[in-house]
């Protein structure tokens, strides 16, 4: 387990390779107080969790669509899923603002650009299988943020393999039940009918043309579905149980992550066949972790939300595969193809240790500049990096969050006067 504390400005690395003495936190001392912290606290609660209720009983207004039309249901719940993202966008960019450094190899070419204000596009497909390493808990939030920057903005059709007891989390449970996220208990046996069952539902095909935040008829809604194959995130206690397990197994060991497991992955992909073209990865880094350390002791919700000190740097790193050229019907070869994609990614992370950036070339990545060319209003040049960071792309956008109760209000506020002046005309008559 780590030594030192993260409130007392210090840090520790793991039991392993490369220890280090604890060391000062890599953003230096905390930029507020604890008055001060005791003020953003209650601010970020009353923010994230009044409009989370708001956003819940939105949910629960629109939940009878279910007995009427059940395509209707979902668009309406794939609406509400954008403006959750919406929340987490902006509680992100009002009390944690960082640099979101993104790059990719050559088989994302041209799929990454750059408007002129500074924000990310990406021209990635809108039904893939995306795949991270997990390094801590807001990883989940910019891979969504990446959904939300696509060309065909993907974020209301984004769905999440959890594990089951985050069902019963408080609002958040029952709200991630409404967004169809998918709920696992480790257990094959009992998760592999229920999870079939909702991979089936992600290509069931629309049949009418009138309804939003769907494919339309004939087609397939959006999906991209986020699997973490490492299934938890990396900390001390996994990392031990992942290096136990490399020693029983004869695998060699990561240095950066934990051992991926391969049989959900393969799940997916046999399930959605044909349904989908590629799979994405994404390999994550936090400026500031160093090797041995875990993301996790270092930038704790705390540490990236009250103290001001969030990672300087977000890094993401892109790549992708065709699924047609993936040895998906053999599970030993699969097994060893991502356990292999798991090396490349540890190599990748060698390398932003070493040098603070992932590979990449100025072929792979088109960034907005002066000496650019424009191409439907973005301008292009070959840079290797774009920077940017997490932000809605207009202020008004947060209102659509609130739109679904106060519309619901303002009909029942209608209705009640109607019937009062039904009331007072009857009363008058007689």
């Known amino acids: 387990m780590p030594d030192g504390s993260i409130d007392g400005e210090k840090i520790g690395t793991s039991e392993g390779a490369n220890l280090k003495s604890p060391e000062v936190h890599p953003r230096g001392p905390s930029r507020h107080g604890l008055a001060n912290q005791g003020l ?8 994230f969790f009044g409009t989370l209720i708001c956003l819940h009983l939105g949910q629960f207004i629109g939940a009878p669509l279910y007995f009427y039309n059940q ?25 944690s603002p960082t640099v979101i450094r993104v790059s990719g190899d050559a088989s994302v070419h041209g799929q990454l650009m750059q408007t002129p204000d500074g924000r990310l596009i990406c021209d990635f497909p809108e039904r893939m299988i995306l795949i991270a390493n997990h390094q801590i808990y807001t990883d989940w939030l910019y ?15 984004v769905y999440i393999i959890l594990k089951e ?41 629309r049949t009418h043309s009138d309804i939003p935040f769907s494919g ?20 001390a206690r996994t990392r031990k149980r992942s290096a136990e397990w490399s020693e029983k197994s004869g695998t060699r060991d990561l240095k950066h992550q934990l051992l991926p497991r391969s049989t959900g992955l393969r799940f997916c992909l046999e399930e959605m066949d044909d349904s989908i073209d590629y799979l994405y990865d994404c390999t994550i880094a936090y400026e500031g972790v160093e090797h041995g350390q875990f993301a996790q002791d270092i930038f704790t919700l705390r540490s990236i939300y009250l103290q001001g000190r969030p990672p300087k740097s977000v890094n993401l790193h892109w790549r992708r595969w065709k699924v047609a050229d993936l040895p998906v019907s053999d599970e030993k070869a699969f097994n060893d193809w991502i356990l292999e994609r798991f090396r490349e990614k540890d190599e990748l992370i060698d390398r932003y240790l070493e040098t603070g950036r992932f590979p990449a070339d100025e072929d792979r ?32 956008e947060l209102l ?16 009640w006067n109607i019937w009062r002046s039904i009331a007072d005309m009857l009363f008058f008559w007689r």
């Open 365 to 396: 990545v088109d960034k907005s500049g002066a000496n650019g060319y424009l191409v439907d209003g973005l301008v292009h040049t070959r840079e290797p990096y774009v920077e940017t960071q997490v932000r809605p792309a207009s202020r008004c």
């Open 216 to 235: 339309g008829p004939g087609n397939l809604d959006p999906m991209w579905l986020l699997i973490f194959p490492e299934g938890t995130n990396l900390s």
């Open 40 to 47: 953003r606290a209650i601010a970020l609660v009353i923010y």
């Open 165 to 205: 007891s985050l069902k019963w989390v408080p609002i958040l449970g029952p709200g991630m039940q409404f967004f169809s996220f998918i709920f696992l208990s480790r257990k094959w046996a009992a998760d592999q009918p229920r999870f079939q069952h909702r991979l089936h539902q992600l290509k069931q095909r």
């Open 143 to 157: 891979l969504w943020w990446t959904a939300y920057t696509n060309v065909v903005p993907t974020h209301g059709h």
């Open 400 to 415: 659509q969050i609130y739109a679904p109760v106060a519309g619901f209000l303002y009909a029942v506020a209608i209705i």
């Open 71 to 95: 395509e209707w249901y979902y668009a309406y719940m794939a609406m509400t899923k954008q403006h959750f993202e919406l929340l987490v966008m902006t509680l992100t960019q009002w009390w």
